[in-house]
């Protein structure tokens, strides 16, 4: 009996397709080492530092340049650490970034599988909720009620912001699930009498998740660089809280941009790093969930 020898090719799925990407793309693989040793960096370091010490005012430090009496990047016009502001500020806006991305990831998810999946009168009147928040003055009425509430901390602005940026996503998860909803394995899951509920969570959204990660990573650089925005015009976080627009907000004179560098210039150099690893990361991701761009 003779035997032979068949190769076969086998074609990764899951999450060996992403390995695959990224080994393939190494650009992406840079990117993806580079932020996670600088999100390693950024986390560990504010846990071992006090932000009530690093905002510290001390006048005998003004402006002291990097490397004098100990403060690795220097001191603001209050004397407070730069080191310190760049490494709790990057924190800060990490973590801001991420939450809005996550709460506006989830109201979107959960609108664009409501509306697309019973669609009729259920996705006309959902839709029209969203046609009208999209045509707000979002900025405007975020500057209004930044002034307006008593005691602004950071919560109220991740709220606030989260109020708002959710409607591009659900708009977008909308219609995919509308082409999902119509499709043979949910009119299937209808016949066996599963819930709409389940069908939904469990059908369809597994089926949507490239689509909803991809759209996750790529809205995460965007919220950082809002945050930042924001606060750098005075609208965002307290001047009392570290953040990497507070320390950029620091070039509005002219003797601090041209002979003050080092108080800006590190936090424009890690915004700028961090949003171009993401945006790489992003890209790679969104060739995973498309088969026709992949690498390989």
């Not at 504010?46 to 402006?63: A, F, H, P, R």
């Not at 650490?81 to 506006?104: E, H, K, P, V």
Request: aromatic share 10%; glycine share 8%; hydrophobic share 50%.
């Amino acid at each position: 009996m003779k035997k032979t020898n068949k190769n076969i090719t086998s074609t990764p799925t899951g999450f060996g397709v992403i390995i695959r990407e990224f080994t393939k793309d190494k650009v992406a693989l840079t990117a993806l080492l580079i932020l996670t040793a600088l999100l390693l960096v950024i986390f560990i370091g504010s846990s071992l530092m006090s932000s009530e010490q690093v905002m510290k005012v001390s006048l005998m430090d003004i402006y002291l340049a990097p490397g004098v009496d100990g403060h690795i990047l220097g001191t603001d016009s209050g004397g407070s650490d730069i080191f310190g502001q760049l490494i709790i500020g990057a924190r800060n806006s990490i973590l801001i970034g991420f939450s809005i991305t996550i709460i506006t990831s989830f109201i979107g998810v959960m609108i664009g599988l409501i509306s697309g999946y019973y669609g009729g009168k259920v996705d006309g009147f959902l839709m029209r909720v969203v046609d009208f928040i999209m045509i707000l003055p979002v900025l405007m009425l975020i500057i209004v009620f930044v002034t307006v509430i008593k005691n602004y901390n950071i919560y109220h602005f991740i709220l606030i912001m989260s109020a708002f940026y959710w409607t591009g996503k659900a708009r977008l998860f909308r219609t995919r699930v509308l082409s999902e909803a119509s499709l043979d394995y949910v009119n299937a899951s209808k016949t066996l009498g599963s819930s709409d509920f389940m069908i939904m969570i469990r059908e369809i959204l597994p089926n949507i998740s490239s689509l909803v990660i991809v759209n996750l990573t790529l809205n995460f650089a965007g919220n950082i660089g809002i945050e930042t925005s924001l606060t750098y015009l005075g609208f965002g976080l307290p001047s009392t809280v570290p953040s990497l627009g507070t320390l950029i907000a620091n070039a509005r004179t002219e003797d601090v941009l041209v002979n003050k560098t080092w108080v800006w210039l590190p936090a424009a150099i890690l915004i700028l790093v961090m949003m171009l690893c993401i945006n790489y990361i992003g890209q790679a991701f969104q060739r995973v969930a498309d088969s026709k761009q992949r690498l390989g």
